[in-house]
């Protein structure tokens, strides 16, 4: 069976050579197990045919299925705008079919007078039910096929397989694989003492019935039971490798509170700690006395004070005759805290350095002589940090900040960077519960920041449309005037990456225009631009020199700037709540009063309109977040909650499925406390299990964070 499973996939009928290598690039699925983990993310009733007066607006149906008969067909349109439309009826109302490709091909097929079975999504233009590019088939066609079990998965797929295939070419290769692998059966991992205990069923069926449902009952069964494995596996290597961190003892040791610790905190805070900065340092402290080796996951808001956080725990490694490091996502940032951090170091003998991927060569050397040998005992950077041209000569603290922005591969690398493994402090101001961030970024002991800085003054926020425009140009300047800056930021979303850059540089043209020189100065600051061009402008918003910064979302990441009090965020529609959050976080950092305002379009829909809401009515990051999962809904993880996971999964979502996830943590306690390490008999399926789930990419993963 394993055999099959392995399997390639160009040998299953229907795939051939083309289509495998098409499968294999856009969506990973190489061999006859990847197809089969390639899970439908919806369901349609095929055995369904609607009247179509019943597919209305309100019904809100995802795709439907309808048997009409042609009256009519229509072009129109010419070159790339042509289309073809036809037009069918049933005894209840009536349908356009429309198609913009393919319509030679379409042309030929579609016959006046006939009845066919059509399925397709349903939308509606000016009142009018439409079905754009349907599938459709003759009724002897429809009546000759044979009977399939009522629901047909739709599985997820990227334009050009689509194009290849088609919800039902897919359908029909994933029937043919399942034939190969239903000659035998499905090995089950699980002992049947847990099956039982749980109420699982066996993996054979789950499989069968996720790609197959016999029933909506056996569906839900087999949804719960490829999920539960996918989770369990997860949970028993995070529980593991906490085990073994914990009994290893081979932790670096901080015993020593010593010069640079106490000359900064004493002679050089730039302010009174809060209450929840001490609680997490002390967390810290402890962490870094017991031998073991410290995976802490920081917690706090943006502007709760990380940064102060992070600088103390390095001159804790420091005084104890270690180097300490810290990774930034992004070039900006990391040149900011390089910026600060130095600042507030001054006059204390403790040497910093810098490195990023645009780091001169003379930078570049100094950094990599300097951390080499021991002279430099913190280095400040970007990804750069985990080239493996970076060798420290006594690694025992890193830092990473804004962790989601890293991937896993990343962040496991800097864990090789001496001969144990040093502690570990991974910052983030994406609130997430500590559960759900066990199953996100490993064998983590969570601090929380849960409180802002002193004499912080809530930021008003704001939601305007382009008429208010005239209104709010008025507000800025008024702003200006009393010495305060001001972002811009416009979205960079990758699909339409050439359009948002044109929105950018108009935005920017209209800006200087309506701000004109010499009373106003405003900068650029995007992606595309040459670092030490980005770094220049940001340098001289930073001063004061400048300012209104119009930027894209590069600056949405701890960017530090106490005196500006307005962020603008245009086309606010097109962010989500946490980015948003993360925008508005810019401001308000220093006493004075700041303003967030949202500008967006009339149209709004309605998840939008919620969005734009909840920000106007809240800053609190917890609360956004629970908002944000909620209006998500049944959707997908947030997207860089996904990038930090450190799991591949296919099936269970650890935000929606809960219940299960509290289930197998629970299931891997107790298998785990009767045989750590998998080697009886009964658990060596288990043993695999957690070996998939560890060993996607090729790094050790007690290592991550
Ligand atoms: P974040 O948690 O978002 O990384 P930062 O570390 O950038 O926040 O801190 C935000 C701002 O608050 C900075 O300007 C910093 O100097 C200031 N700050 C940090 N801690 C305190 C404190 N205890 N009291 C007053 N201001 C503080
Ligand atoms: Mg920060």
């Not at 913190?378 to 940090?385: C, K």
């Not at 025992?396 to 989601?404: M, P």
């Not at 809401?613 to 629970?626: P, V, W």
Request: charged share 25%; aromatic share 8%; proline share 4%.
């Amino acid at each position: 069976m394993e055999r099959v499973m392995m399997q390639d996939i160009q040998f299953v009928a229907g795939v051939g050579e083309a289509r495998a290598k098409l499968l294999g690039k856009e969506l990973g699925i190489r061999t006859v197990g990847d197809l089969l983990n390639h899970f439908p993310f919806r369901y349609i009733d095929r055995t369904r045919i609607y009247p179509i007066a019943e597919i209305t607006e309100a019904a809100g149906l995802a795709y439907v299925q309808l048997r009409a008969r042609i009256a009519g067909i229509a072009y129109a349109g010419e070159g790339r705008k042509k289309r073809f439309t036809a037009y069918a009826q049933d005894e209840t109302g009536r349908v356009e079919l429309v198609w913009f490709q393919g319509i030679k091909w379409i042309e030929k097929r579609i016959e006046v007078g006939r009845e066919y079975l059509i399925f397709g999504r349903p939308s509606f233009y000016r009142g009018e039910l439409q079905l754009a590019h349907p599938e459709i088939e003759t009724m002897e066609q429809a009546l000759s096929r044979k009977a399939e079990s009522g629901m047909q998965g739709i599985y997820p797929s990227t334009e050009k397989i689509s194009s290849s295939l088609g919800t039902k070419g897919f359908y029909r290769i994933i029937q043919n694989a399942w034939a190969l692998v239903s000659r035998g059966r499905i090995a089950d991992p699980l002992p049947e003492s847990m099956r039982q205990a749980y109420g699982l069923i066996g993996l054979h069926e789950a499989y069968y019935n996720v790609h197959f449902p016999q029933s909506a009952e056996l569906l839900r069964q087999a949804q719960y039971r490829l999920k539960f494995d996918e989770l369990l596996g997860v949970q028993l290597g995070v529980q593991s490798r906490r085990t073994e961190r914990l009994e290893k003892q081979n932790g670096f040791l901080f015993p020593k509170v010593g010069d640079a610790f106490n000359t900064f905190y004493n002679e050089k805070l730039p302010f009174p700690l809060t209450g929840a900065q001490k609680r997490v340092i002390k967390e810290i402290r402890q962490d870094t006395v017991t031998g073991y080796q410290m995976n802490r996951l920081l917690q706090g808001d943006v502007g709760s004070g990380k940064t102060l956080v992070a600088l103390i725990s390095m001159l804790l490694a420091v005084d104890n005759g270690f180097q300490a490091c810290l990774m930034a996502p992004t070039e900006i940032l990391a040149r900011q805290h390089f910026a600060t951090i130095t600042k507030m170091l001054a006059d204390i003998p403790v040497r910093v350095a810098i490195l990023t991927g645009s780091s001169k060569a003379k930078e570049r050397r100094e950094a990599l002589a300097g951390i080499a040998s021991g002279e430099v005992d913190i280095l400040i950077g970007t990804h750069a940090l985990i080239e493996d041209k970076v060798q420290f000569q006594n690694l025992g603290f890193v830092v990473i900040d804004e962790q989601h922005r890293f991937g896993v591969e990343q962040r496991a690398r800097l864990w090789t960077k001496n001969r144990r493994p040093p502690h570990i402090l991974v910052m983030t101001a994406t609130p997430i519960p500590r559960t759900l961030a066990m199953t996100l970024y490993g064998d983590l002991d969570v601090s929380v920041i849960d409180e802002l800085p002193p004499g912080r003054r809530p930021i008003q926020t704001f939601h305007y449309t382009d008429s208010a425009r005239l209104r709010l140009w008025g507000f800025l300047k008024k702003q200006i005037a009393l010495g305060r800056q001001v972002y811009i930021v416009y979205p960079l979303i990758k699909e339409s990456e050439a359009m948002d850059y044109k929105d950018l540089t108009d935005g920017y043209e209209a800006v200087s225009r309506d701000f004109p020189l010499p009373q106003y100065v405003t900068e650029i600051c995007h992606g595309k631009m040459k670092p030490a061009d980005k770094e220049a402008s940001m340098a001289r918003f930073k001063s004061g020199e400048a300012h209104i910064l119009v930027a894209t979302s590069v600056i949405e990441v701890g960017v530090d700037v106490p005196n500006a009090t307005v962020m603008v965020i245009e086309s606010a529609e097109r962010f989500g709540l946490s980015q948003l959050h993360q925008l508005r976080g810019r401001v308000g950092r220093g006493g004075e009063q700041s303003y967030c305002i949202l500008m967006s379009g009339e149209k709004l829909s309605k998840e939008s309109r919620a969005r734009l809401e909840a920000m106007c009515e809240t800053t609190d990051g917890f609360r956004l977040a629970e908002l944000d999962l909620k209006l998500r809904g049944a959707g997908d993880l947030n997207g860089t909650m996904q990038s930090g996971m450190a799991f591949d999964l296919k099936i269970a979502n650890p935000t929606r499925d809960v219940q299960v996830l509290t289930l197998t943590r629970e299931a891997a306690m107790q298998v785990l406390e009767r045989d750590p390490h998998l080697t009886q008999a009964e658990n060596r399926g288990l043993a695999t299990l957690m070996e998939r789930y560890s060993a996607r990419e090729k790094i050790d993963f007690s290592r991550i964070s």
